[in-house]
């Protein structure tokens, strides 16, 4: 099992900035991928960054380039740096583990982002 908990969330006028964290209860070093997801009213879950144990990274179109997602290993965490915020970024971002063959969530914290 592996529990998340995300944090950072909040409200922030467009254009400027939050980080998100994800504390693990298991070494991270353990967790093949881990990353972000956000689900805006309306709309399905969709990925915005995932990091695999190598360090490679992956982000939707829409976030590149304004977004990154890094692991701090000895933190036992993962945290999503999101600059040059969009209203359209407003969302619950969850934090996802792929551990041990199946996917683990956080409960979710909101963004919401302002113009």
């Known amino acids: 099992q592996v529990q998340l908990l995300e944090s950072g969330g909040g409200l922030v006028q467009a254009g400027g900035s939050l980080r998100l964290s994800c504390a693990a209860s298991?070494?991270?070093?353990?967790?093949?991928?881990m990353g972000w997801y956000r689900q805006a009213p309306g709309e399905e879950r969709e990925l915005v960054a995932t990091?695999?144990?190598?360090?490679?990274?992956n982000y939707v179109d829409s976030v590149k380039g304004r977004f990154t997602i890094s692991r701090e290993n000895a933190e036992n965490t993962v945290t999503l740096r999101m600059n040059r915020l969009k209203v359209e970024d407003t969302a619950v971002y969850y934090c996802?583990?792929?551990?041990?063959?199946?996917?683990?969530w956080g409960q979710g914290t909101q963004v919401t982002v302002s113009s």
């Open positions: 996802n583990a792929f551990w041990n063959g199946h996917d683990y």
């Open positions: 298991r070494s991270i070093l353990s967790i093949i991928r």
């Open positions: 990091i695999r144990l190598g360090g490679s990274t």
